[in-house]
C-alpha cells in the first residue's frame, strides 16, 4: 500500500521522517528512515543587461539570465518579452539561459525582459524585469543657412535630432577650404565677413547621441564611441557665402 504525508517545516530545516509498515495481519515490519530538507523559500534570477542606451555595431544584444536557490536548486528559467511591462513570463529556458535581443540598422528600439525562477520542487520566485535599449540610429542636424551672398554676419542655428538616446552635444567649425574638423560645441554659429571684401566660408558641423558604451562580456560587440551622424561619422558640409559691402 501507499501513505502520504505533508509535514510543514521552516525552510533549510533537515528532517526526518520513520516508516514502518503493517500488515493484514497487523504484524508490523521493520521500521526505515527517509531524510529530507525542507525547500519552502523561493529562487531568484538576475540579468545582466546594460543600463541606459547603447549602441551596438552588432544586430543583436545577448542577455543572460540565472536563477539561483540555497536549497533544491533552479530547475528552469521562465522569461517573456513586450514594450510595455506587464507580460507573464511563460517561455521555458534553461539556467542561465540567454536572451537574443534584435534591433535592426538603423533603427533604435527599446522592449522588456521580464523573467522568473522555478525550482526543483515547482516553487516560483518573483518576476524581475530588465528594460533594454539599444540605439542604432544616427542623429541628424539640419541647419538655417540662407542661401546665396549675403550682406551682413549671419548666424546659423544648427537643428538636431535623435529618435533614440537623444541628441548629447553638436560640434562645428569653420574655414575657407571645408576640411576642418568639428571641435566647437554649440548650436548657435556666427559666420562672420570681412570688410570691403569678399569671402566664401565653409560651415562643418555634427552631432553625437546620448548612447552609453558598455564592455558586457564577448557576446556581442559595442561601439567604443558615441554614435556620429550626417554621413556615417562625416560631418556635413555647409558651403556659407558671406559677403561684406563697404
Same mark, same amino acid.
Given at each position: 500500500g501507499t501513505c502520504s504525508a505533508n509535514p510543514t517545516c521552516p525552510n533549510g530545516q533537515n528532517l526526518t521522517l520513520s516508516?514502518?509498515?503493517?500488515?493484514?495481519?497487523?504484524?508490523?515490519? #521493520?521500521?526505515?528512515?527517509?531524510?529530507?530538507?525542507?525547500?519552502?523559500?523561493? /529562487?531568484? %534570477?538576475?540579468?545582466d543587461a546594460p543600463t541606459g542606451w547603447i549602441g551596438l555595431s552588432s544586430a543583436s544584444l545577448i542577455v543572460t539570465l540565472n536563477g539561483t536557490d540555497s536549497e533544491s536548486g533552479v530547475l528552469n528559467i521562465l522569461y517573456c518579452r513586450d514594450s510595455t511591462n506587464s507580460c507573464t513570463p511563460d517561455s521555458l529556458g534553461a539556467n542561465p539561459q540567454e536572451v537574443s535581443i534584435a534591433c535592426s540598422g538603423g533603427l533604435a528600439c527599446q522592449e522588456y525582459l521580464r523573467y522568473r525562477a522555478k525550482? #526543483?520542487?515547482?516553487?516560483?520566485?518573483?518576476?524581475?524585469?530588465?528594460?533594454?535599449?539599444?540605439?542604432?540610429?544616427?542623429?541628424?542636424?539640419?541647419?538655417?543657412?540662407?542661401?546665396?551672398?549675403?550682406?551682413?554676419?549671419?548666424?546659423?542655428?544648427?537643428?538636431?535630432?535623435?529618435?533614440?538616446?537623444?541628441?548629447?552635444?553638436?560640434?562645428?567649425?569653420?574655414?575657407?577650404?571645408?576640411?576642418?574638423? /568639428?571641435d566647437t560645441a554649440g548650436t548657435s554659429v556666427l559666420v562672420a565677413g570681412e570688410a570691403d571684401s569678399a569671402k566664401i566660408s565653409y560651415l562643418r558641423y555634427r552631432s553625437?547621441?546620448?548612447?552609453?558604451?558598455?564592455?558586457?562580456?564577448?557576446?556581442?560587440?559595442?561601439?567604443?564611441?558615441?554614435?556620429?551622424? %550626417?554621413?556615417?561619422?562625416? /560631418?556635413?558640409?555647409? /558651403?556659407?557665402?558671406?559677403?561684406?559691402?563697404?
Open positions: 516508516l514502518r509498515a503493517k500488515n493484514a495481519a497487523l504484524e508490523t515490519g #521493520d521500521s526505515a528512515a527517509a531524510f529530507r530538507t525542507c525547500d519552502a523559500g523561493a /529562487p531568484d %534570477a538576475s540579468d525550482d #526543483d520542487v515547482g516553487n516560483l520566485g518573483p518576476i524581475r524585469s530588465a528594460l533594454l535599449q539599444i540605439d542604432r540610429s544616427l542623429p541628424v542636424t539640419g541647419n538655417n543657412a540662407p542661401g546665396g551672398w549675403q550682406a551682413s554676419d549671419v548666424t546659423v542655428t544648427l537643428s538636431p535630432t535623435d529618435t533614440g538616446s537623444g541628441v548629447a552635444s553638436s560640434e562645428s567649425c569653420q574655414d575657407l577650404s571645408g576640411t576642418c574638423t /568639428p553625437i547621441d546620448a548612447v552609453v558604451t558598455t564592455t558586457q562580456g564577448l557576446s556581442f560587440t559595442v561601439q567604443s564611441e558615441a554614435v556620429i551622424g %550626417a554621413g556615417a561619422g562625416e /560631418p556635413f558640409l555647409a /558651403p556659407m557665402i558671406v559677403r561684406i559691402t563697404s
